[in-house]
Each structure stands twice: as structure tokens, then as C-alpha cells.
């Protein structure tokens, strides 16, 4: 992160390519996943079947994993759990509900900062259609 000066706002360094080729693979999943199962269904049977289309688009991921958090240089293994971290690069965190809860935008956010990452995504599966079920946070 670069700060332009004191009384602006914060200006980022771009993604390296391969993190911005990791998102477009991310959504691309999703949309698959939205298309064919549609809205309705638990999010264990999403993250399962996103899982799969990642696996097929040749990412590697991991699913439901604790990740150490690091405060006043002590490190506690209980800090947080990740839906689906992809090439240990992306944060995916996947919900099936009605209504986003602003939380889980902080989450997301928190999550990149803790794990210094630069790149999240909060995608519900419960809607219409899934453009809108998509946010994308970059730090």
C-alpha cells in the first residue's frame, strides 16, 4: 500500500498478475456453480461444488482451515478459519443466505489483514443471480 500523502485517501499497488488471473478463475466458478445449482441450497453444497470447478480450472485450494493469528507477538492457533483459500493467495469466504450482514464484509477484510493477503471474496450463493452475490475486496 502506498499513502499519497497524509490528507488523501490510500492508494494501492495493483495485484500481480497471477492473483488477478486467480480472481477471474474464482468468479468464472462461481458463475458455474450459480448457474447450474441455482439459489436455495445449503453452503456446504456450494462450497463443495466451487471446490470442484476450482479443482478442475487447475487452482489449488484449501477448504475450512484454521490460520494462526499474530498478536503482541504471540501467535494463537484458534485466530480464524477460512472457507476456501486459494494458491494461498485468495481468500474466498462463502455464504448461502437471504441478506449480506455488513460482518461478514469486515470479515473478509480482517481476514486479508491478519493474513496479509490482497485479495477476498464474499460470495452468496442465495440470489437471483450471482453478479450480485459478488464482492470483491482488495487491500
Not at 94 to 106: G, Y
Not at 122 to 139: A, P, S
Request: glycine share 6%; aromatic share 8%.
Amino acid at each position: 500500500m502506498i499513502d499519497k500523502d497524509s490528507n488523501s485517501k490510500k492508494i494501492f499497488a495493483p495485484l500481480s498478475s497471477r492473483e488477478e488471473e486467480i480472481g477471474k478463475i474464482i468468479v468464472n466458478c462461481a458463475y458455474k456453480v450459480h448457474k447450474e445449482l441455482g439459489p436455495g441450497l445449503l453452503e456446504k453444497v456450494y462450497e463443495i461444488c466451487f471446490c470442484h470447478e476450482l479443482r478442475k480450472a487447475g487452482l489449488e485450494f484449501k477448504r475450512q482451515i484454521d490460520v494462526p493469528v499474530t498478536y503482541d507477538e504471540l501467535e494463537f492457533e484458534e485466530g480464524l478459519r477460512l472457507d476456501v483459500f486459494v494458491e494461498d493467495l485468495v481468500i474466498c469466504e462463502l455464504k448461502a443466505i437471504d441478506q449480506v450482514n455488513p460482518i461478514w464484509k469486515a470479515q473478509v477484510i480482517s481476514h486479508l489483514k491478519l493474513t496479509k493477503k490482497r485479495l477476498g471474496y464474499l460470495i452468496n450463493f442465495h440470489c437471483e443471480t450471482i453478479k450480485d452475490g459478488i464482492k470483491r475486496f482488495v487491500l
